[in-house]
């Protein structure tokens, strides 16, 4: 037996679930769908920007069946993995991704002065 003696505080239930919550997103290509999404294969299309919320995300959750309660979760995980927004859950939680390839070439290449991602203001 496994019970649980004290309520679990929201930090526990997350990193309980985040195993579960990875390997479902790893199932559906979420990570793959959003890399597509932010950083295209063919340069000649220019990429949707991240605008510093989840609406890649939310668009590619919905489409792989994610209900809204369950998108919660997947978010509240994603940013305790340091993915606040759809860049981040690319630059942090992913860990390849050609977003993150390109920015390290185009750092290796001596294009420091672009910086391809800077802190969005978030809204409330
Ligand atoms: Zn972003």
Redesign the pocket.
Known sequence: MFARMESASDDDLISSITPDVMKCLGRCGFLEKLDGLLSPEENSTPSPS?D?TYKLSKSILNGAGFDLAELTDVLAVLQSKGGC????ILYNVAETSRLKAKYWRSRASGEAAHTP?TP?PRPN
């Not at 927004?85 to 981040?88: A, I, K, L, S």
């Open positions: 991240c510093g927004c759809d860049c981040e991602h969005h």
